[in-house]
């Protein structure tokens, strides 16, 4: 707008812009170091009002840089104590089958008990079915666990992008 110029880092005449060299100096830059000086540069930054010496944001000077930084913190968690336990479950259904049986002297399955009668051998058809099984006691134990972080790649607050200008 009349009046104003982009907040963008240029270099502008020191005496075309003497109102402006007076009240901001090289603060932004020293332009070539004799006949220019910078305006700020604030294209994609977040503004964030000088203090000038309100409690809050103290030891800031007028037009410092700060980076970003996120307040330290940690998570944690952990789950509770299960106690002495073991977990139970069942295979899914097998369809039908027959179970090998060992034989006294080595070998099992049917082609061994059928070449040796009555020494072992197959089961007989046991239809349709399932198995059930334990595991081994895992004793008084907890689990720990991470939390899963989720958001972008920077902290911001709600924002709008605007020219940013300086009046001159």
């Known amino acids: 707008p009349a009046g104003f110029l982009k907040a963008n880092g240029a270099a502008i005449s020191r ?31 977040f503004l964030r009002s000088w203090s000038d010496g309100a409690a809050a944001d103290t030891g800031r000077t007028f ?17 509770a104590n299960a106690g002495n336990h073991m977990h139970n479950g069942s295979t899914s259904w097998a369809g039908n089958h027959t179970h090998a049986v060992s034989r006294t002297g080595g070998g099992s399955g049917s082609a061994a008990a059928k ?6 051998g197959e089961l007989s058809w046991s239809g349709d079915h399932y198995h059930n ?27 709008v992008a605007l020219l940013a200008c300086i009046k001159i």
């Open 15 to 45: 005496t075309t812009y003497a109102s402006l060299f007076s009240a901001i100096g090289t603060k932004f830059g020293v332009g070539d170091g004799s006949t220019t000086f910078n305006v700020p540069d604030l294209r994609g930054l």
């Open 115 to 120: 070449a040796d009668a009555g020494t072992g």
């Open 133 to 159: 099984f334990d595991t081994n006691w895992a004793g008084e134990h907890s689990h720990g666990f991470t939390t899963n972080l989720s958001g972008g790649n920077e902290s911001r607050p709600m924002n």
């Open 63 to 79: 037009g410092s840089y700060q980076d970003s930084d996120n307040k330290s913190h940690n998570h944690t968690g952990q789950t």
